[in-house]
């Protein structure tokens, strides 16, 4: 088991920056790759950014060069920096965990909301 605490959402006005934090606590020790997914109103979630265990990052193409994912040294917290935020950023952030068991592990979710 995996417990998943967020924190950072909120209400950034467009071209500002937030940083979404995700804690890890339970058997953290089995964890493949760390993540974040959003879901905007009426879409489907989507994959935002990814960190596998061995570092390797990937991004959504609508938020690279925008967007940077990491993790503490311990592999327990993944994070992730938002900047020059856009309206279309307007999502529920989730915080995902896949475990080398093919087994996924989800965030409650934050809300981030990108508007003047």
């Known amino acids: 088991q995996v417990q998943l605490v967020e924190s950072g959402g909120g209400l950034v006005q467009p071209g500002g920056s937030l940083r979404l934090s995700c804690a890890a606590s339970?058997?953290?020790?089995?964890?493949?790759?760390m993540a974040w997914y959003r879901q905007a109103p009426g879409k489907q979630r989507e994959l935002v950014a990814a960190?596998?265990?061995?570092?390797?990052?990937d991004y959504a193409g609508s938020v690279k060069g925008r967007f940077t994912i990491s993790r503490d040294n311990a592999k327990t917290s993944v994070y992730l920096q938002m900047n020059s935020l856009k309206p279309e950023d307007t999502a529920i952030y989730y915080c995902?965990?896949?475990?080398?068991?093919?087994?996924?592990?989800w965030g409650q979710g934050t809300q981030v909301t990108v508007s003047s």
């Open positions: 995902n965990v896949h475990m080398w068991s093919q087994y996924d592990y």
């Open positions: 960190i596998v265990h061995d570092g390797v990052t």
């Open positions: 339970g058997t953290v020790f089995s964890i493949f790759s």
